[in-house]
Nanobody
Framework: QVRLVESGGGLVQAGGSLRLSCAAS????????MGWFRQAPGKERDFLAT????????DYADSVKGRFTISRDNAKSTVYLQMNSLKPEDTAVYYC???????????????WGQGTQVTVSP
């Protein structure tokens, strides 16, 4: 089992930045690829970014490419999502998740955090 806890969400003005953290406990995080997703009210959960177990490969959704950066510190069992140039449409609950390989598909992620709210005001 892997327990994931997100933090770092909050209220920010458009154009601002936030860094989300996802701390893992239980089995060693380094064994898993990690992903970030978000879900706005009334919408499906959308893929944002994924990183492989070593941190050497990352991939992004087109909607956040160039604005968001995923990274990980396996020594701290923590994954990060740096979000820059935030827009009101980025408002959502943000989730981190663990999988056996990088993927855009949420169904391939085995463990999920509880989510952290990000609100971007105009």
């Amino acid at each position: 089992q892997v327990r994931l806890v997100e933090s770092g969400g909050g209220l920010v003005q458009a154009g601002g930045s936030l860094r989300l953290s996802c701390a893992a406990s239980g089995r060693t995080l380094w064994a898993y690829a990690m992903g970030w997703f978000r879900q706005a009210p009334g919408k499906e959960r959308d893929f944002l970014a994924t990183v492989d177990s070593s941190g050497g490969f990352g991939d992004y959704a087109d909607s956040v490419k160039g604005r968001f950066t995923i990274s990980r510190d396996n020594a701290k069992s923590t994954v990060y999502l740096q979000m820059n140039s935030l827009k009101p449409e980025d408002t959502a609950v943000y989730y981190c998740a663990a999988a056996f390989g990088t993927s855009h598909n949420p169904d391939e992620y085995r463990f999920w955090g509880q989510g952290t709210q990000v609100t971007v005001s105009p």
